[in-house]
């Protein structure tokens, strides 16, 4: 098999400051901006569209502030990326723990 | 482990009865609770629930045959929890957030995704009253199904047509998130006419909130997806990425 062509240190680096300019540029560049929920703006568009629809359902449970609501978006975030990290820790510990043989060698004996 | 224990039925019913319970409204993700007509909101249950049985036999079915893929499926999983948590500021001056099922759709398929994508939509409609029960089968079509489905065929023509992994892995996870929005966008395009111009002109109104705001993040979570699977690869070699499972 031919060998991965993976990601340099520097190609890394290019990336995650890609990502960080695509989060910041707009809240440098858009001062006035609201930053508000797009679908936020689609329920006044629906509203604008047809006056008289009426949402027929409500959520069961909201949560009761605006902190409430950012304690369990910072929870879900939490669960994913420890998840995340978990994974990127173990099988960084598996690979010391196995010295420097190539993945396929490796996948083989197990 | 992963056979979520719930009827759609009961959720309709649930959910219908908390109609009548409770009265107020809630900004929220994907289409609002309430906000799909109840023949639309039922539409888009059997259109989904077909897709979110088969995705359940294909987990299974993984689960049997490869156990050792258990971690790389909770990989997967998280990936969708954590970046449908993050509202993002966009270009449009309104925040929206990545949907994260390109990557498992890529490692997968589109199936077993199915059915990670409907827990991550469940807990967000339960918990944070985010999108909504009775619409849970549109926003599910949109970001469990349509997402996957477009990552993993644009994932295999790349790959046939020689392109580069990480390219191929970045335009298969960009397409997913926007599409998942341009469906959305067609989806209540549907439902909310406009007076004027009908479905068409409306779908472009929604795509001018929802697609617009989309392309940045879709860029920012196709970048951060070749991170992820960079990584994956590196540990677990290039079969991991080559060959969807069966």
């Known amino acids: 098999m031919k060998p991965s062509a993976n990601l340099t240190p520097l190609g890394r680096l290019a990336i995650v400051l890609c990502i960080a300019a695509l989060v910041i540029l707009p809240l440098v560049f858009l001062k006035g901006a609201e930053f508000g929920g797009a679908d936020g703006q689609a329920e006044a568009a629906i509203t604008q569209i047809d006056k008289t629809y009426k949402p027929w359902a409500s959520p069961l449970i909201e949560p009761a502030s605006g902190e409430i609501e950012s304690l369990l978006f910072a929870l879900q975030a939490a669960l994913g990326a420890g998840v995340i990290f978990y994974y990127l820790g173990y099988q960084q510990g598996r690979r010391r723990g196995r010295g420097s043989e190539a993945p396929e060698v490796r996948d083989a004996e197990l | 482990m992963f056979r979520p224990q719930f009827r759609g039925r009961q959720v309709v019913a649930l959910s219908g009865a908390a109609a009548l319970l409770l009265g107020s ?74 949907t994260g099922v390109g990557l498992g759709a890529i490692l997968f398929g589109p199936l077993p995704m199915v059915v990670l994508g409907v827990i991550v939509l469940l807990f967000q409609a339960l918990l944070l009253a985010h999108g909504g029960l009775t619409t849970l089968g549109a926003n599910a079509f949109s970001m469990a199904v349509a997402g996957p489905f477009v990552a993993y065929a644009v994932w295999r023509v790349l790959q046939r047509a020689g392109a580069n992994r990480n390219v191929s892995i970045f335009t298969a996870a960009a397409l997913a998130d926007l599409l998942t929005y341009v469906v959305t966008s067609v989806q209540l395009g549907l439902v909310f006419p406009d007076p004027a111009g009908g479905v068409a002109a409306s779908t472009l109104k929604f795509l001018g909130i929802f697609a617009l705001t989309q392309i940045p993040i879709a860029i920012a979570e196709g970048l951060l997806t070749v991170l992820v699977l960079d990584k994956v690869v590196e540990f677990e070699g290039e079969g991991a990425v080559r060959e969807a499972l069966s």
């Open chain 2, 25 to 98: 409204q809630a900004q929220a993700m994907h289409i609002m609770e309430g906000f799909l007509p109840r023949e639309w909101a039922l539409a888009w249950f059997v259109i989904t629930v077909p897709f979110f049985v088969l995705g359940l036999r294909r987990l299974r079915q993984m689960m049997r045959d490869h156990p050792e893929k258990k971690l790389l499926l909770a990989l997967a999983g998280a990936f969708v929890f954590l970046l449908s948590a993050l509202k993002l500021p966009s270009v449009t001056g309104s925040c929206s957030h990545p």
